[in-house]
């Protein structure tokens, strides 16, 4: 029987799309949404909570798979799914700029994460329809590789080209140098109405410092003076709108507490932030250091209704030489002229020469995520166009029947095939392992942009956002391929069971590079590079034994619907620990939070002591 055009189409016209369509919007809900509300000023307890949660459509989606197949075609869920898709990025590119944007963009975020799940359903599926048996064994890994490829141009491009609007949106950077000197001085006086600035309106736009160069004398001062100063700086910059607050989700209950929020989690707030807290100091309280002031201001007032945010924070240069207020300064039409002032407090160890170099970076960063989803939008209509020409139309894609007596017989065969999953021999090893194997890494993954991105006095490394991409989508999106290629490789010639204890290793030893991160601060981007490609090299090398043992547990009857059960308990086992990760590491800070996902790598080590697999799994068979 003669195959027709519109039945068959060559694979390479559609499986690299296809499956490059299907990462883009997953690598956007969790990673670039992270990097996106950092930039923006959302808190990383905010952050970890409301991102984990985009998780659950896949956690769900074994669920309403189903769906998929009653109604409609596979060819039809693709090319739906991906239109909902550009019109949800669409959404967030439009709502960024407005004074609710935290709401309204996780609306379109939750949008997005139905709709790719429903995608991924449709073309798993729609990949073994259109293709034969030896088409599908032989584009495996070029659909594996465009996957891949969605990884990199989210982590990598994406996020250079968000860091390239923020720049060129941006007014030139300034740099204050700060010089601690060994010599007499009096103490700080806060006075900014006696700080002259040149204003004139007809210059270009750009920030002021009052002086580049910032002379502070080593010497101790009093608690009380330096709690005066710093509270007089906070309270200038909050009544003058230069702090214009992280945006938050409230309840609808007001200041009414929970019982969980009453009894349990501010007691144990409470616990940590006195046993573990990044404040926390040993032995006597240290007499503080002294305390210098300077300050910023604009050259001309903003566009009508418009704010422009200035970052400021230490480039290089000595640790001992601290920023401790005015990290992010918002401008507007109101306080443009108003000097907004920062405070640099000096170790009171100090005692000899020394200097650090801090810049203040401006950007419209609404604007530049604006314009970034803004071509991801339009991407996804050049998908749905293109998807729907080139498509083919399989004979087998057809929706099951709707009558009633088969929907029936349909139902209870879903039933029977989720009850035969759970009756499996060793079903609780099995799910141990789903949800604690990748334990450590469901809370690193939701923490490691930010702390990248963090100014060095929270603890951060100060990235760009440019250089945030780079480092993801350069060596650490080649070391995760490498990994991930030298693991199928290796389990493919000796089989999971040998190579299951590396892999475990290879998955969670590599997260230490972050605690010597976190404890040394480096400023060498080579040294920041290697890290990350460590890290990532074995989380490709690692995560290699998980989707094996994935496959290995469902084979059998239902080995499609079991897989999908599989994928579900993936997603929660990342979803639960990551929803906490970001509102631990505001208490106890970065430092301690990656010796804590140390701590957590341990219950996937104890699983592996009960897991059982099949010597011969996973060898190639000649």
């Known amino acids: 029987m003669s195959v027709t055009k519109r039945e068959r189409r060559n694979p390479w016209a559609w499986v690299p799309s296809l499956y490059f369509a299907e990462g883009i919007p997953y690598v ?163 006075d900014p109405d006696s700080i002259p600035f040149k204003q004139a309106a007809e210059e270009e736009q750009k920030v002021i410092a009052n002086s580049k160069t910032l002379v502070i004398p080593t010497m101790e001062i009093t608690n009380e003076a330096s709690d005066s100063i710093l509270q007089k700086i906070r309270k200038w910059n909050t009544d003058h709108g230069f702090y214009s607050g992280e945006e938050t989700v409230t309840s609808e209950a007001g200041d009414k507490q929970s019982w969980w929020n009453e009894h349990i989690a501010q007691k144990l707030e409470a616990f940590l932030k006195k046993n573990f807290g990044a404040d926390r100091t040993v032995g006597e309280k240290i007499t503080p250091g002294n305390i210098g002031i300077a300050f910023f201001t604009l050259a001309r007032p903003p566009e009508t209704d418009k704010s422009i945010i200035v970052n400021f924070s230490r480039e290089k240069g000595d640790k001992s030489i601290m920023l401790v207020e005015g990290f992010r300064f918002s401008f507007n039409n109101t306080n443009w002229n108003v000097p907004a002032c920062f405070a640099i407090q000096l170790d009171p160890k100090l005692s000899k020469d020394s200097s650090a170099n801090f810049t203040a970076r401006s950007g419209n960063i609404p604007l530049a995520w604006s314009l970034t989803f803004i071509i991801l939008a339009a991407l996804f209509i050049l998908f749905f166009i293109y998807h729907k020409v080139i498509l083919p139309h399989p004979k087998t894609d057809v929706p099951s029947t709707n009558n009633q007596r088969d929907m029936a017989g349909f139902w209870k065969e879903f039933f029977s095939t989720f009850g035969s999953f ?156 990551g929803m906490v990760s970001g509102w631990l590491q505001e208490i106890v800070g970065y430092s301690n939070f990656f010796i804590w996902v140390m701590f957590c790598t341990l219950p996937g080590f104890l699983v592996m002591i009960f897991v059982k697999i099949d010597p011969e799994f996973g060898i190639k068979k000649e």
């Open 28 to 190: 956007i809900i969790m990673t670039v949404s992270v990097i996106m509300y950092k930039r923006l000023g959302i808190s990383n307890a905010q952050i970890a909570l409301y991102t984990s949660w985009l998780y659950l459509p896949w956690v769900i989606k074994p669920i309403w798979s189903p769906v998929v197949d009653i109604l409609k075609t596979k060819r039809y869920w693709i090319i739906i799914m991906q239109l909902v898709v550009g019109a949800g990025l669409a959404g967030v590119a439009f709502t960024i700029p407005v004074s609710s944007f935290f709401r309204y963009t996780l609306a379109f975020f939750w949008l997005l994460a139905f709709s790719s799940a429903t995608h991924d359903i449709a073309a798993d599926g729609f990949y073994m329809l259109g293709l034969t048996k030896h088409e599908q064994a032989f584009f495996v890994g070029i659909r594996s590789t465009f996957y891949r490829f969605a990884m990199l141009t989210g982590q990598g491009l994406l996020v250079i080209l968000a860091g390239y609007f923020e720049t060129s949106t941006g007014l030139p950077p300034v740099d204050v140098q700060v010089l601690a000197e060994t010599k007499s001085g009096a103490i700080t006086r806060f």
């Open 422 to 577: 759970f009756k499996k021999k060793e079903i609780g090893v099995m799910l141990a392992f789903l949800l604690l194997y990748r334990l450590g890494e469901s809370q690193l993954v939701k923490l490691a942009s930010p702390f990248l991105l963090d100014a060095q006095e929270f603890g951060g490394l100060g990235l760009t956002t440019g250089d945030l991409g780079m480092v993801y989508g350069t060596v650490g999106m080649i070391s995760l391929t490498i990994g991930g290629l030298l693991g199928g490789f290796l389990a493919a010639r000796n089989g999971l069971k040998y190579w299951i204890w590396w892999m475990i290793v290879a998955m969670n030893l590599p997260n230490l590079v972050y605690v010597y991160l976190s404890q040394t601060l480096p400023e060498s981007m080579p040294i920041i590079y290697l890290s990350v490609a460590v890290e990532q090299f074995g989380y490709g090398f690692g995560f290699t034994a998980f989707m094996l043992y994935m496959i290995y547990i469902s084979e059998g009857k239902h080995k499609t619907a079991h897989f999908a059960i599989t994928t579900g308990f993936m997603a929660l086992g990342m979803m639960i620990p």
